[in-house]
């Protein structure tokens, strides 16, 4: 029997996390299986329960698991608290513990979200389908860190360090996936400036070799933040550092129409995966039944691909997404003028229901 840990987390993470159970469980009856599907405390919620954002029971857990689905965490209860105590260490220390070093955000601009996107029409008329690879466990999120008590006032400092072996392997999951695609990679740096940065772009000169039919690029990360506005249609594969991709991923996924729609999976070498939605806790609009959960929906259908080998169960999820799109329902983030406006637990509902049709 295959296991997935849930982590509901905190804020919106719970509602949007109990959507994607309800794609989890679907699939399990569809493919005739029994899922076992437990949930574990992550985040600020642990952090109430127990003290420490990630406590051991979590963590094992997640280890013996086939794939987790993780809601969201970050808890404005606990932002005072010491960086490495704070709820958001619990997903960094995970993607660390679990070697998931790759993270893949697909941003998607579906034709009947084109109305919602902040682009202008021309420019989202012509749709985009972007794969982001974002190096998940090195750089500056991992190097060495500290404040300390300067002459004249306090003194910060984060460290950015890649090792060669570090830009491999995610250069490795980028090209693989630009196969799969339209077969261009743009790999994101700052090599103008910083070390690393001429690391990762020699080190994904190297790999390329390996990939003759594979287009590749370099852009320096501002002028991708502005190309990506500009014309988005013109990316297939972006290949960036931990940091870069943070903040790339969240440019693109609002101009998708909402940040609410994007998926994401964190894998390593193996099957094995996290997935989860690329939005936070979102706690100013928790638990009000408004919060968008088809990022999560849709991150359980990375994980039915990925981790479970259940690629047309994925499919068949997206599929039916879509269809409720097409039907004119949309959550509150992504409201456009004649839309039918629906609840959290109404849209995971549709999207199950859009499932049942099918079969
Ligand atoms: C993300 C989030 C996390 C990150 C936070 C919650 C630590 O913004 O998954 O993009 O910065 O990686
Ligand atoms: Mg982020």
Not at 135 to 145: M, P, V, W
């Amino acid at each position: 029997m295959r296991t997935i840990a849930v982590l509901p987390g905190d804020g919106a993470g719970p509602e949007v996390a109990r959507q994607g159970v309800k794609i989890l469980k679907w699939a399990g009856q569809a493919a005739g299986e029994e899922l076992e599907i437990r949930e574990y405390l992550a985040g600020g919620a642990a952090i109430a329960a127990t003290g420490d954002s990630l406590p051991d029971e979590t963590l094992e857990a997640c280890k013996a698991a086939d794939a987790v689905l993780f809601g969201a965490v970050g808890s404005p209860e606990f932002d005072h608290l010491p960086r490495e105590k704070r709820a958001e260490q619990a997903v960094l220390k995970l993607r660390k513990e679990l070697g998931l070093f790759a993270n893949l955000r697909p941003a998607t601009l579906y034709a009947e979200l084109a109305g919602a996107s902040p682009l202008r029409e021309e420019i989202a008329g012509k749709g985009f389908d972007i794969l982001m690879v974002r190096e998940l466990t090195g750089g500056i999120y991992f190097g060495e860190k500290g404040v300390e008590q300067g002459p004249d006032g306090r003194v910060a400092f984060d460290t950015e360090r890649y090792a060669e072996y570090e830009v491999e392997r995610i250069a490795r999951v980028a090209f693989e996936a630009a196969l799969g695609r339209r077969r261009k990679l743009v790999s994101v740096d700052k090599a103008n400036v910083l070390e690393t940065s001429r690391l990762f772009r020699s080190v994904v000169d190297r790999v390329a070799e390996g990939y003759p039919d594979v287009e590749v690029s370099h852009l320096y990360v501002d002028n991708a933040a502005m190309q990506l506005i500009r014309d988005p249609a013109q990316f297939d594969v972006m290949l960036t550092s931990n940091l870069f991709g943070d903040i790339l991923s969240d440019e693109a996924s609002v101009l998708t129409g909402s940040i609410g729609m994007l998926p994401s999976a964190s894998v390593g070498e193996g099957a094995f995966g996290l997935y989860e939605p690329i939005h936070g806790s979102a706690p100013d609009i928790a638990g009000k039944d408004i919060v968008n959960p088809l990022g999560s929906i849709l991150s359980v259908a990375m994980l039915l691909r990925h981790s479970f080998d259940m690629a047309e169960r994925a499919g068949e999820v997206e599929a039916a997404v879509r269809r409720v799109l097409s039907g004119g329902y949309r959550t509150a983030d992504m409201m456009t003028a004649g839309a039918r406006r629906v609840g959290t637990e109404e849209m995971g509902d549709l999207v199950v229901a859009a499932l049942n049709e099918v079969r």
